[in-house]
């Protein structure tokens, strides 16, 4: 006997809710990267699952305009990868990022997929937001009054929650509050959602505060203020176009105050906004040299050196780089060409426009749209100073597809199998057995990194090379796991494993200034100079 139509789409919806639960919140302690990359896998996999489960028997239709820019993207992405110079890291990224071409299509997918969604299942979704917030934020205040279950080795001031960074706690917490301030200042939420808004705006606060994020209260404004407006609008036409004005006027004094200008300089402006122009400018020397296709995908942080200019070597020493540049535009521009940064730019706007367009046709949801672009547009600010990390990135993707569905979308009860489905489930499968090489490399290679052995022991250092080697051989073409490895012996003064490690290193990614490093420094050590010179000279 068939199931009721009812049932299977709430099925559809539970696990679309608990895989975007998964993405925000999945944590592997074990591995290296215990924050991002295991929520990237999850994100990938799925995916590629609810992708080809949205796709038709016309897939494609030429004159919509959201599924020729996003094929536009993909295809550029796809582009980007064949001409990239080290083809592993375009793909899958940096380690501690984990944002490379394949976590892009795979948002692309996820916005192609919601986009489909109608309206009951966008807005169940965007009350699975609210629930996934609270949790996020619980799991922060047990960090802030050090009841966390797990003891982090915290580097940070502020909390790191499920993202490993005191930023990215500190935006996820301004998109909880924003939630929380839409459902208290609904008019048909009832007493319960009101409290529950009101609990999660206030753990927001204490979350932003504790993360000791400023950017995080910055976000919140900006993702509160449509939603004021719209209810000032509503009140009155004068009263919201003084809301407005309002709202402009602090995002100027705010963008004053980042160039030292104006009154809100000491909450604007931090040290760390230095920083973000050192990267900036080094962004801009490279879409000079390079515009079509940039110095490669996530490729960032091995030409940063050879672009920055001189206040940033005077300011932070010649051995500091980053490897994005703090700017989504700038930095896909920058790694993939102007093309990249204009069809992003080009896919937002063409969102505004959609969200635009739904408050002028859709009078009985418009709050509900007005909170989601409130959420979204917290996202894109946030997206301007920092980098994309896939727990927050993902939510802006999903969003960005419920402002562009079509309001006509009618959620299908049919779960039929389809070639896309099968082509989809076989694909996801074999990504699931590559991440588990990756999670394995990731393990191996946090449990031999920290190995503690005596210094200047030839069998010790032996053994402990070996055991970095075989972590390696879980993902052999990732270059990041000799130069942890040279890393991690060179500390132990154990020179010629160190060296053995770094060439391996250099064979994969002769860029790297850093497996150059280690082993111009250990040949050093070894008293092998004219080797040295030459391997300081490569770099």
Not at 96 to 117: E, N, P
Request: glycine content about 8%; hydrophobic content about 50%; proline content about 3%.
């Amino acid at each position: 006997m068939a199931k009721p139509k009812q049932l299977i789409i709430k099925n559809k919806y539970l696990a679309f809710s608990i895989y975007l639960g998964l993405v925000t919140f999945f944590l592997l302690p074990s591995a290296m990267d215990p924050f991002l990359m295991p929520k990237a896998a999850i994100l990938i996999i799925g995916s590629i699952w609810f992708f080809s489960s949205s796709i038709k028997h016309v897939w494609f239709n030429a004159k919509d305009p959201l599924q020729v820019l996003l094929s536009l993207l993909a295809i550029w992405f796809l582009l980007l990868l064949l001409v990239s110079d080290y083809k592993w890291i375009s793909l899958f990224g940096v380690n501690g990022r984990a944002t490379g071409i394949i976590f892009y299509l795979a948002l692309i997918g996820l916005m192609w997929h919601t986009s489909k969604f109608e309206l009951v299942k966008q807005k169940r979704i965007y009350s699975s937001f609210g629930i996934i917030g609270l949790l996020v934020l619980f799991y922060g205040l047990l960090q802030y009054l050090n009841l966390d279950p797990y003891k982090w080795n915290l580097v940070y001031k502020g909390i790191i929650g499920v993202f490993g960074n005191p930023n990215f706690m500190g935006a996820f917490s301004a998109l909880a509050g924003i939630y929380g301030f839409s459902l208290g200042l609904n008019r048909n939420s009832n007493a319960k959602l009101k409290l529950f808004g009101l609990l999660l705006v206030t753990l927001s606060l204490v979350n932003i505060y504790a993360s000791r994020a400023t950017q995080g209260f910055v976000s919140l404004a900006i993702g509160i203020a449509p939603i004021l407006v719209f209810l000032m609008f509503n009140k009155a036409r004068s009263l919201g176009y003084f809301g407005l004005g309002i709202s402009a006027t602090g995002l100027l004094l705010f963008l004053a105050g980042l160039f030292q200008l104006g009154p809100l300089t000491e909450i604007a402006y931090k040290q760390s906004v230095s920083y973000r122009g050192d990267f900036w400018r080094a962004a801009f020397n490279m879409i000079k040299e390079n515009p079509v296709f940039g110095v490669g995908f996530e490729r960032f942080g091995v030409n940063y050196r050879s672009y920055r200019d001189l206040p940033q070597v005077l300011r932070n020493g010649a051995d500091a780089y980053s490897d994005n540049a703090h700017n989504i535009y700038l930095q896909f521009a920058a790694t993939g060409g102007l093309m990249l940064a204009l069809l992003y730019l080009a896919l937002n706007v063409f969102i505004v426009i959609n969200f635009v367009n739904k408050l002028k046709t859709q009078s009985d949801n418009s709050y509900f749209y007005v909170a989601i672009f409130g959420i979204w547009l917290a996202i894109q600010a946030q997206s301007l100073i920092s980098v994309d990390t896939p727990g927050i990135a993902l939510w802006g993707w999903v969003f960005a597809g419920f402002l562009c569905a079509n309001p006509e979308n009618k959620d299908s009860a049919k779960s039929e199998i389809s070639p896309a489905k099968i082509v989809g489930a076989v694909t996801a499968m074999a990504f699931s057995v590559l991440s588990i090489f990756q999670f394995n490399a990731q393990t191996s290679m946090r449990n031999a990194f920290y190995l503690q052995i005596p210094k200047g022991n030839q069998e010790y250092a032996d053994a402990k090379a070996g055991i970095l080697q075989k972590a390696q051989n879980h993902e052999p073409w990732n270059a990041e796991w000799p130069i942890l490895s040279a890393n991690s012996l060179i500390q132990d003064e154990a020179y010629k494993q160190t060296i053995e490690a770094a060439k391996r290193a250099v064979k994969l990614d002769p860029k790297d200034y850093r497996g150059w490093y280690f082993l111009a420094t250990a040949q050093e050590k070894l008293s092998l100079f004219n080797d040295a010179i030459n391997s300081r000279e490569a770099a």
